[in-house]
């Protein structure tokens, strides 16, 4: 099985412009959660989507946002963007809703100048 | 909500000795417990994980050790080798038909010096 893949691997923008980024989860598993990685913060968590649903989101402003197709592929939008957006973007899969076991993607870093 | 915390920030062991990484979590409700490791440029990988109701789990040269009580939980790495030289993560959840929603440690940066 291929693994959680997200594109692109690298992303640069300018503040004030905004950004998608796309995540397509194992296959045949549901729920897609999305996690921002910086140096400092370590991994927070942003949402989770099942089943086309968000199920849980945590304490981002709502500039962050996402959504889940039909296929259980996931794009995560970030709009006007900071300088403190500047990070890595994990992606990552599981089968279904409330599983522990998370498969991650490899992420997208995204720089924002 | 909850909150993990997680020590040391770095250690740095010789090969062969054991590493202990230690976190505490605040939400009693929680009860689930995985670590990640993740290698310089790579994803995060599950490594290990421990649920609420079970005190100690081994596989090979790691162990996970759950205290309810004192809400804390450590990862153990015997006979280190230079391969588990990375960053490890510890998290905590509460595992609900709710959804998945993991909160995470600010990381261990484990160097294992030959």
């Known amino acids: 099985k291929a693994g959680v893949t997200q594109t692109p691997r690298y992303l640069i923008k300018t503040r004030g412009q905004q950004v998608t980024l796309s995540c397509s989860p194992i296959s045949g598993h549901r729920s897609v959660s999305w996690y921002q990685q910086t140096p400092g913060q370590g991994l927070q968590f942003l949402f989770e989507y099942f089943s086309e649903t968000q199920r849980n989101k945590g304490n981002f402003p709502g500039r962050f946002s996402g959504r889940q197709f039909s296929n259980s592929r996931s794009e995560m939008n970030v709009s006007t963007l900071e300088l403190g957006d500047s990070a890595l973007y994990l992606c990552?899969?599981?089968?279904?809703?409330?599983?522990?076991?998370?498969?991650f993607g490899s992420g997208t870093q995204l720089s924002v100048l | 909500g909850e909150n993990v915390e997680q020590h040391p920030s770095t250690l740095s062991v010789q090969e062969g000795d054991s590493a202990v990484i230690k976190c505490t979590y605040s939400d009693s409700a929680s009860n689930y417990f995985p670590w990640y490791k993740q290698e310089l440029g790579k994803r995060p990988q599950l490594i290990i994980d421990?649920?609420?109701?079970?005190g100690e789990k081994k596989d090979q040269r790691i162990a996970v050790t759950l205290n309810k009580t004192a809400k804390h939980f450590s990862l153990h790495i015997t006979e280190t080798q230079p391969e588990d030289s990375a960053v490890y993560f510890c998290?905590?959840?509460?595992?609900?038909?709710?959804?998945?929603?993991?909160?995470f440690g600010t990381g261990t940066q484990l160097k294992v010096e030959l």
């Open positions: 421990i649920r609420s109701n079970v």
């Open positions: 990552a899969s599981s089968p279904v809703t409330g599983n522990e076991k998370l498969f």
């Open positions: 998290a905590a959840s509460i595992l609900t038909g709710g959804g998945n929603k993991l909160t």
